[in-house]
């Protein structure tokens, strides 16, 4: 069972930065990240496949950037120019699918989450 813990929330203003941290147990082919703000569906952010591969949705595409570190076992979501409904909890997201894109079916397990307040 993969296990996945973030980090690296916080609250910032309009604007701002911030880099989310996923300790990974083991990495799997896709992984991700997703966020879901209050009375909203969960929705995919940002994933990151083996060999490198990037998607993302066009909400954050331009200002988010996904990484994964394998000496780390460490994945990350550099966040830049952070807008007010940018505010959510993000969630880390592991996947064993052997496709991958930000689809929540492409995952099966999740982190606890990380809460990101964007004040204006």
């Known amino acids: 069972q993969v296990q996945l813990v973030e980090s690296g929330g916080g609250s910032v203003q309009v604007g701002g930065s911030l880099r989310l941290s996923c300790q990974v147990s083991t990495f799997t082919y896709c992984m991700g990240w997703f966020r879901q703000a209050p009375g909203n569906e969960r929705e995919g952010v940002a994933a990151?496949?083996?060999?490198?591969?990037?998607y993302y949705d066009a909400s954050v595409a331009g200002r988010f950037t996904i990484s994964r570190d394998n000496a780390k076992n460490t994945l990350y979501l550099q966040m830049n120019n952070l807008k007010p409904e940018d505010t959510a909890m993000y969630y880390c997201?592991?996947?064993?699918?052997?496709?991958?894109?930000?689809?929540?079916?492409?995952?099966?397990?999740w982190g606890q989450g990380t809460q990101v307040t964007v004040s204006s």
């Open positions: 997201a592991s996947g064993r699918s052997n496709r991958c894109s930000t689809t929540e079916r492409r995952f099966d397990t």
């Open positions: 990151i496949s083996s060999g490198g591969s990037t």
